[in-house]
């Protein structure tokens, strides 16, 4: 398989990989504004969304080399680099939601077993909506 050929075959395993992170994504998201979402299941989320930005990170890292391998341009190099950051920003966000809410139910003595509080601001799931749209 030629280079070109492998680029084209990464890029393609990693648009599936982001629609499973779009997906999971809105997820977190219906978790978070849903006061009822139980701490199994936000934990799931948190592996789930983990797993998914591993996988993201190999393959985009993978792709960059590719491209850098076969003498693209700056410029394409430099696009690839930037997308790939601004999805992981909208990962490490929701991850750091999720770790917060977590760490809340722990602490919080009066929450029933198996649900918690939640402190993420609405503004702060609101103000970050736009970057998910990006997605």
Known sequence: MSQVEDLARLKKRRGTTRGQVTRSLRKVKDALDDSSTDKI?????????????????SLDNEILEKMYDLDETEEACNEEASEASDIMENMVYYLICLEDVLKEGQQDSDTKPGTIHRSVSEESIRSNESMSSNI
């Open 41 to 57: 299941k936000l934990r799931q989320l948190e592996i789930s969304l983990n797993e998914h930005k591993a996988e993201l990170k």
